[in-house]
């Protein structure tokens, strides 16, 4: 795991626990089954995360596991999305963040997805 990553991993786990959080996340995502393969990467280090959203339930992992949607960025730029510091899509668009589709659909749908995830848990996070 990479260490700057440690001052997040409190706050995202604390998240995950919170029962509010779930409903809210769920309730706009209804029936839409995704996961989200994230690599932070940092001076040839790489940290891998999966989140998904499945049958009504939010689900994140450490480690590399079949996505719908792969998304790259460094590890300060998540920090920054994360912390409300950069707009995710203002990111993607100019090319700091790399998004994969797996499933068929345009990379720009799995981009403005992910963005208003990450938006929320920014949001719950302040």
Not at 38 to 46: C, M, N, Q, S, W
Request: charged share 25%; aromatic share 12%.
């Amino acid at each position: 795991m990479n260490p700057k990553l440690l001052s997040i991993i409190p706050k995202l786990v604390k998240l995950s626990l919170n029962q509010w959080w779930a409903r809210r996340l769920l309730e706009q995502y209804k029936g839409i089954n995704r996961s989200c393969q994230l690599i932070l990467k940092d001076d040839g280090d790489e940290t891998a995360i999966w989140v998904g959203v499945q049958d009504g339930e939010v689900k994140v992992k450490i480690g590399r596991y079949p996505a719908t949607t792969t998304v790259t960025m460094d590890v300060d730029l998540f920090i920054d999305t994360i912390k409300g510091r950069v707009d995710f899509r203002e990111a993607l668009f100019h090319g700091a963040i790399e998004v994969e589709s797996h499933d068929g659909h345009p990379w720009a749908y799995h981009g403005f997805l992910w963005a208003g995830f990450w938006d929320l848990v920014a949001q719950i996070l302040r």
